[in-house]
């Protein structure tokens, strides 16, 4: 006869059972949250070396790290960010971290960046717009800024404003500035082309002929 389990029995077995699974999972767990430890801690390492950099005297190299930081946009170096944007004095270092901050959640400084279509450094300020994954923050500000920045403005949607966009741009069509209402025509033209535009088949791949061509037989 098979002996009977007794609870001493049974509580031995599922406490064997516990440290076995504990075991497996630990052993298969292990390498994945090591990894991701790793990539979070050379994370920070960039994000410190980044920071290091906006105190470079070079302002190159200091606008390369707010941009940089714009991509990996970390919200706890915001504080600081804030305070180098306060004391910053070169112009095109001011515009890179005003992005910065407007991707680590700071609204507001995207105005700062749509201002700056209207001066010399337009085509940093175009650059970093383009990086929008969508144009909708750009709608409210465009009845914001001056005659020429909503023609630069009304430029930036033409190129990536989607059907959402035509409603906004449309009314000024009507501007009684003839270079706003060329703007606004522009744009609403490429919008509704790039939205008619037929998507292309992908061309069929040909497979090529591998060895020599054969010719039929002539009788």
């Known amino acids: ?21 504990a075991f497996v999972n630990g052993v298969s767990a292990s ?24 105190t470079d005297r070079d302002p190159l190299t200091r606008q390369r790290a707010a941009e940089d930081l714009a991509r990996l946009a970390p919200p706890a170096q915001r504080k600081l960010v804030e305070g180098y944007r306060l004391q910053e004095k070169n112009a095109r270092v001011r515009l890179a971290l005003d992005w910065a901050l407007y991707r680590m959640g700071k ?17 940093q300020s175009e650059a970093y717009l383009a990086e929008l994954e969508t ?3 750009l709608y409210g500000l465009l009845p914001q800024v001056n005659g020429n920045t909503q023609i630069k403005l009304l430029e930036a949607l033409a190129r990536s404003g989607n059907t959402d966009t035509l409603p906004v741009v449309e009314p000024y069509a009507a501007s009684i500035d003839p270079k706003i209402a060329d703007a606004a025509r522009f744009a609403t033209r490429e919008i509704t082309r790039r939205l ?24």
């Open 135 to 137: 144009p909708e923050p």
């Open 31 to 54: 390498p994945l949250m090591a990894q991701q430890d790793a990539a979070d801690g050379e994370s920070r390492a960039d994000v410190n070396a980044l920071m290091r950099q906006l």
């Open 107 to 123: 609204t507001p400084a995207l105005f700062a960046v749509v201002r700056d279509l209207d001066s010399n450094r337009w085509n």
């Open 1 to 21: 006869m098979p002996a009977k389990s007794t609870p001493t029995h049974n509580a031995l077995l599922s406490c064997a059972f516990a440290l076995v699974l």
């Open 196 to 219: 008619n535009a037929p998507t292309q088949p992908d061309a069929k791949k040909r497979t090529p002929q591998v060895g020599k061509a054969t010719t039929p037989d002539v009788p």
